[in-house]
C-alpha cells in the first residue's frame, strides 16, 4: 500500500528566509507525486506535481521540488518566503494501477511565517 | 480558470439526518472523486466514479454512503443517517482524462463543505 510521510508537523520561518518542507513516501512503483496547498477555509491548491522527466520540478507561487528516487523523497522548496505562504501543504502520492489512481495524502505539515 | 465548486459551504445537521453535498466538476471532466479531511487529520480518499459508476471506493464509504451525478453537471454525496464522527470538510475534486495507463491526470479540488453533525 502506498504511504506518505510529513516528518514536520510545524515549521516557523522567518519572512525571505528559505523553506525545506519534507516528504517521505512508500510506493512499489514509479509514483506520481504532488504537493498541494491550503490555506484557511480554503480548499485545496495544485502547487506542483511530477510525472517523469527532468527530477527537478517547478511550481506556482515560486516553489519547487525535487523527486529522489533513492531516498523515497519530494521536498519541496521555496528560497525565499513570503508572509502569504503561511498555510498548510500536503505532499501526495498517486499510481497508474486501478487500485492506486486516489491519492494519498500525507498529514500535513503548518508553515507559519514570522514578519 | 475554470474551477470545481461545492455546495454548501457549510452544512449543520442533526445525528440521523441524511445531507447531501452537492459539487459542479470541471465541465470537460470524466473522473470525479470525494475525499474528506476530518479537524486536524489527513485528507482521505472516499470514492471515486468514472462513466457513471462508482470505480474505486475506499472502506470508510459504507452502505451510509452514495454518490451520484445526477445530470450533466452535478455530483452528490448523500450520507443517509449521518454519525457524530462524520463531522469533516469534504473535497470533491475532478481530473479530466483517463490514460491508456489507467491514470487520470491531476486531480482539481473545490474548495470544500464542512459538514457538522450535532
Known amino acids: 500500500a502506498q504511504s506518505v510521510t510529513q516528518p514536520d508537523i510545524h515549521i516557523t520561518v522567518s519572512e525571505g528566509a528559505s523553506l525545506e518542507l519534507r516528504c517521505n513516501y512508500s510506493?512499489?512503483?514509479?509514483?506520481?507525486l504532488f504537493w498541494y496547498v491550503q490555506s484557511p477555509g480554503q480548499g485545496l491548491q495544485l502547487l506542483l506535481k511530477?510525472?517523469?522527466?527532468?527530477?527537478l520540478v517547478q511550481g506556482i507561487k515560486g516553489f519547487e521540488a525535487e523527486f529522489k528516487r533513492s531516498q523515497s523523497s519530494f521536498n519541496l522548496r521555496k528560497p525565499s518566503v513570503h508572509w502569504s505562504d503561511a498555510a498548510e501543504y500536503f505532499c501526495a502520492v498517486g499510481g497508474v494501477s486501478s487500485s492506486a489512481r486516489q491519492l494519498t495524502f500525507g498529514s500535513g505539515t503548518q508553515l507559519t511565517v514570522l514578519p | 480558470e475554470p474551477e470545481v465548486t461545492q455546495t454548501p459551504s457549510h452544512q449543520v445537521t442533526q445525528m440521523g439526518q441524511e445531507v447531501i453535498l452537492r459539487c459542479v466538476p470541471i465541465s470537460n471532466h470524466l473522473y470525479f472523486y470525494w475525499y474528506r479531511q476530518i479537524l486536524g487529520q489527513k485528507v482521505e480518499f472516499l470514492v471515486s466514479?468514472?462513466?457513471?459508476?462508482?470505480?474505486?471506493k475506499s472502506e470508510i464509504f459504507d452502505d451510509q454512503f452514495s454518490v451520484e451525478r445526477p445530470d450533466g453537471s452535478n455530483f452528490t454525496l448523500k450520507i443517509r443517517s449521518t454519525k457524530l464522527e462524520d463531522s469533516a470538510m469534504y473535497f470533491c475534486?475532478?481530473?479530466?482524462?483517463?490514460?491508456?495507463?489507467?491514470?487520470?491526470?491531476?486531480?482539481?479540488f473545490g474548495p470544500g463543505t464542512r459538514l457538522t453533525v450535532l
Open positions: 511530477y510525472f517523469s522527466g527532468d527530477t
Open positions: 510506493y512499489g512503483a514509479t509514483p506520481y
Open positions: 466514479f468514472y462513466n457513471n459508476e462508482i470505480s474505486e
Open positions: 475534486a475532478s481530473t479530466p482524462i483517463v490514460t491508456r495507463q489507467g491514470w487520470t491526470d491531476t486531480q482539481y
